[in-house]
């Protein structure tokens, strides 16, 4: 079970942290054994906050941090453990504080760092862990500590710049969504009540959005309960392998967003497994496992089918040929790279490439939305008015 822990030292500071044990009984004896004075031992497992994002969350930037101020601490001497000491003391962020505790206390065990961070797969990931523990084989963690930190720079550049593109008209068409429900539920029956008891004739336009609104003040219950089901039958369908498959399928053919969507999977899996290589991973757990990071089922399924003809002896340029999911300019670069020995280094530059077009269609995708939406919204905004208005302006020339 997963405990949290708050104790004094000897020298009457305060430390705290988390631990994994069968009992409070048995931390309570481990805590005390290192010199340390118990004041309170909860157990988190069963809290159901505990796996909120906004109450246990450790944010990448600060990881970045952590595993660049590691790498730098590594190279300037320091050791493992001392690092790991001076870093709990500047982080402020209370979990990844409690986190570093915990991996001290592993490593003062005789566990590698590999082993101690693996016990938190929602901070450190599969990937992570990996490449540290080729590190730590090599001799050379403070290296790829930093060449860690510079992927996970990129990685987050490339998911905010993504996320940007898609803020602006997600934010729109939930305005928009939100000011047709309010006008549906609140305005538009009030509407209809004083042009029945005025006997005004309504146009078309004003008949189509008060039926609307009818409808929806009458079932809208019905309405909330047909989306709920359908909701939860879509989840628990795409969550199979043939749903996942055809929702990751149609992902792709989507105009515009696929291809964005595919640039951005490949500079994540051309990154990533660059990343491996160059620390020495064989190439083909290095592929296994870039299989899991690329979100999805197409280009895992893909990579997996890759991996298992370089098994067979198949070079990796020629087997991501086999698949058009991989375009030539990364078929090519991989080639090369094999014919120079330097496959992580041509990765690296295939990734470079990659985010540099999802970077342009980003801007051009932004750039070519805002007067598309602006067009909608106004023919949204016209429609409502005009239905409103109209009857309005019918009576006042009726009574003139």
């Given at each position: 079970m997963r405990l949290r822990y708050k104790a004094i030292t000897k020298e009457g500071k305060v430390a705290q942290g988390l631990l994994d044990a069968k009992d409070i009984g048995e931390t309570a004896?481990?805590?005390?054994?290192?010199?340390?004075?118990?004041?309170?031992?909860v157990r988190i497992d069963n809290q159901f906050w505990a796996d909120l994002p906004f109450f246990n969350s450790v944010k990448n930037t600060d990881?970045?941090?952590?595993?660049?101020?590691?790498?730098?601490?590594?190279?300037?001497?320091?050791?493992?453990?001392?690092?790991?000491?001076?870093?709990?003391?500047?982080?402020?962020?209370?979990?990844l504080i409690e986190i570093i505790t915990s991996i001290i206390a592993d490593v003062s065990e005789g566990k590698t760092f590999a082993q101690a961070i693996e016990k938190y797969p929602k901070v450190f990931s599969h990937i992570y862990v990996s490449i540290i523990k080729a590190g730590e084989q090599s001799?050379?963690?403070?290296?790829?500590?930093?060449?860690?930190?510079d992927n996970l720079e990129k990685q987050s550049k490339l998911q905010s710049t993504?996320?940007?593109?898609?803020?602006?008209?997600?934010?729109?068409?939930?305005?928009?969504?939100?000011?047709?429900?309010?006008?549906?539920?609140?305005?538009?029956?009030?509407?209809?009540v004083l042009y029945q008891n005025l006997n005004v004739p309504l146009p078309l336009p004003t008949q189509i959005v008060v039926g609307l609104s009818n409808l929806?003040?009458?079932?809208?219950?019905?309405?909330?309960?047909?989306?709920?089901?359908?909701?939860?039958?879509?989840?628990?369908?795409?969550?199979?392998?043939?749903?996942?498959?055809?929702?990751?399928?149609?992902?792709?053919?989507?105009?515009?967003?696929?291809?964005?969507?595919?640039?951005?999977?490949?500079?994540?899996?051309?990154?990533?497994?660059?990343?491996?290589?160059?620390?020495?991973?064989?190439?083909?757990?290095?592929?296994?496992?870039?299989a899991e990071t690329t979100g999805n089922v197409n280009y895992r399924n893909a990579i997996t089918a890759v991996s298992k003809q370089v098994e067979k002896g198949v070079s990796v340029g020629d087997a991501l040929a086999s698949y058009p999911l991989f375009p030539p300019l990364l078929i090519q670069l991989v080639k090369v790279g094999e014919q120079t020995g330097k496959v992580d280094e041509t990765l690296g530059k295939a990734s470079e490439y990659f985010e540099r077009e999802v970077d342009g269609k980003v801007k051009t995708l932004t750039t070519a939305m805002e007067p598309f939406i602006m067009i909608v919204l106004g023919i949204a905004v016209a429609f409502l008015i005009i239905s409103v208005i109209t009857p309005i302006y019918s009576l006042i020339s009726s009574i003139q």
């Open positions: 004896g481990y805590l005390r054994a290192r010199g340390l004075i118990p004041i309170s031992i990881l970045v941090i952590f595993t660049r101020q590691l790498s730098s601490m590594l190279t300037s001497g320091l050791t493992l453990m001392r690092a790991l000491e001076i870093l709990k003391e500047q982080v402020k962020n209370q979990t001799g050379l963690l403070d290296k790829v500590l930093l060449r860690l930190a993504i996320k940007s593109a898609l803020m602006y008209p997600a934010i729109i068409i939930i305005m928009m969504v939100a000011v047709m429900v309010i006008m549906m539920i609140f305005v538009l029956p009030q509407l209809a929806v003040v009458a079932t809208w219950p019905i309405i909330l309960a047909a989306i709920a089901v359908f909701a939860f039958f879509y989840r628990r369908w795409s969550k199979t392998t043939d749903g996942r498959l055809i929702i990751d399928t149609l992902k792709l053919k989507l105009p515009i967003f696929g291809k964005l969507m595919e640039q951005s999977i490949l500079a994540e899996f051309s990154r990533t497994l660059g990343l491996l290589v160059g620390t020495g991973t064989l190439v083909v757990d290095a592929l296994l496992e870039t």
